[in-house]
């Protein structure tokens, strides 16, 4: 039965050739065109087709160049052997070869690499060019950290915005292309720019430096966020340092790093602010809402040091506090289908499921109701998806009454630990199938739901 459906998918996939196509270039724009993790992916989803549940590809400049080159060199290259010489058999080997697509546009994305290299030199000097001529008396406040960097982000434009004008990054935009792009359309220059960076590997946060040339550093956390690509916690901070290596003492404003690096002993000619959980202004105290989670309370220790150095008022910057709200998808309150529930699905690690868990725990105990959870899993972890997977469940065990487990490829991982109520079924791929059992199997005002990350279509097989 099983060798008659390998055989149904390989029938499948070859006389789908299209999807083929558009499938893994879909998958390969999931992975930012990064090929040596697309290549892992691709053995995974060799003979899987139409991939695109839970989002679809954007067809932007770069996917249609790639998906041309794909084109171009295997049915180009088919054609001239089809011109040259013809056999009986070729057609049949043409049809076969199509197994092939996997690799060919994986071929393509490197084949494209110099293009994109030109392109994106061309961007990245026009992004210094506009920095140094247009933008050299702005302010620029490098936000760098595995996670927190959006809600610091947010908080420091909340903060500052009554007294400077602030231009933050939009939305995700943290990459050094993105943020160049985003440079190079700025019409009014602000006092401030709060930039948010991320990284994937050692050098990119020294090429974003490069271009937006910051006068302030707020390194919010490192944690084990894309630990699969570093491989190594020292090169993860090795990485997330690096902008520490462009701030001049005569254009220095200020840098915060978080207190775990205390003893670390940092070589840098100008002094650092290591942020704990004090919130202290201007050595006064600052009181945060009771309701507030204490991940709030850690980015907002990290983010004041640097609007001290704009010297915001107290009293603005305690009545701030007393009424920001978090980013979107990020530990926010709200109701779904009549369902009180803590949406935190933007992004996840291990770090920020286990302080999730342990707020979403102490916040249903105080509103009398049990405690469940929607998870798919967690990707990108510096551990194996076995061990990673079982200290999600140990902390599941520990503060949740009911858990639905997505059908992720991380899903017999977590469930073969749990001790609690768990429901995980196969058609229960998403966070909409999720909550069509949930209307039916509980009640609304016995149980409040937290809704972590459902993941990318990467982590669905």
């Known amino acids: 039965m099983e060798r008659s459906h390998d055989f149904l998918k390989v029938i499948k996939a070859l006389t789908s050739p299209f999807s083929a196509w558009v499938d893994f270039l879909y998958l390969l724009q999931l992975e930012e065109y990064y090929v040596p993790q697309y290549l892992k992916y691709i053995r995974v989803f060799w003979w899987r087709r139409h991939v695109q549940e839970k989002e679809t590809i954007d067809w932007t400049i770069r996917a249609m160049m790639t998906l041309c080159f794909a084109l171009l060199f295997f049915y180009g290259l088919w054609l001239m052997v089809f011109i040259l010489s013809f056999h009986f058999v070729l057609p049949v080997v043409f049809f076969l070869s199509h197994i092939l697509i996997p690799w060919i546009v994986g071929i393509a994305a490197v084949m494209t690499q110099p293009i994109v290299a030109f392109q994106k030199k061309r961007l990245l000097r026009k992004a210094a060019h506009v920095r140094r001529n247009y933008l050299g008396d ?19 434009n909340e903060l500052l915005r009554f007294t400077h004008r602030v231009l933050p990054t939009p939305g995700n935009v943290n990459t050094p292309l993105g943020v160049a792009l985003w440079m ?18 050692l050098g990119e946060l020294a090429e974003m430096c490069d271009f937006v040339q910051p006068n302030s550093f707020l390194l919010v956390s490192i944690g084990d966020q894309h630990m699969s690509r570093f491989r190594d916690f020292d090169a993860l901070k090795e990485a997330l340092l690096e902008p520490l290596d462009y701030l001049h003492q005569e254009t220095l404003g200020v840098c915060v790093i978080p207190d775990s690096l205390k003893g670390d ?7 650092m602010h290591y942020a704990g959980s004090d919130l202290v202004y201007a050595d006064q105290p600052i009181a945060l809402p009771d309701s507030a989670p204490m991940s709030s309370r850690l980015n907002m220790a990290k983010v004041l040091p640097i609007v001290e150095y ?14 920001v709200g978090l980013p979107e998808r990020r530990r926010n309150h709200s109701m779904r289908r009549g369902f ?17 868990l342990s707020y979403g725990s102490l916040y249903a105990q105080g509103v009398g109701k049990k405690y469940g959870v929607i998870i798919a899993g967690i990707p990108e972890s510096d551990m194996t998806e076995m061990q990673v997977h079982e200290k999600l469940a140990v902390s599941i065990n520990k503060e949740v009454d009911i858990v639905v487990v997505l059908d992720s490829t991380y899903a017999q991982h977590i469930i073969r630990h749990l001790e609690v109520d768990y429901v995980h079924d196969t058609d229960i791929r998403s966070e909409e199938a999720a909550w069509q059992h949930i209307e039916t199997a509980y009640d609304v005002d016995a149980v409040v739901w937290h809704v972590f990350s459902e993941l990318s279509d990467l982590s669905y097989e």
Do not use: C, W
């Open 184 to 201: 190079t359309q700025i019409k009014n220059a602000p006092d401030i720019l709060l930039v948010e960076m991320d990284t994937y590997g």
């Open 310 to 323: 704009f010297d915001v008022p107290h009293r603005i910057v305690q009545d701030v506090v007393s009424h």
């Open 340 to 356: 009180e529930i803590i949406d935190d699905s933007y992004n996840i690690s291990l770090q920020t499921v286990h302080s999730g």
């Open 138 to 156: 702005v302010h620029v406040v490098a936000i760098a950290g595995s996670y927190g960097k959006t809600t610091s982000k947010h908080f420091l």
């Open 265 to 271: 002993e940092l070589q840098y000619p100008y002094d």
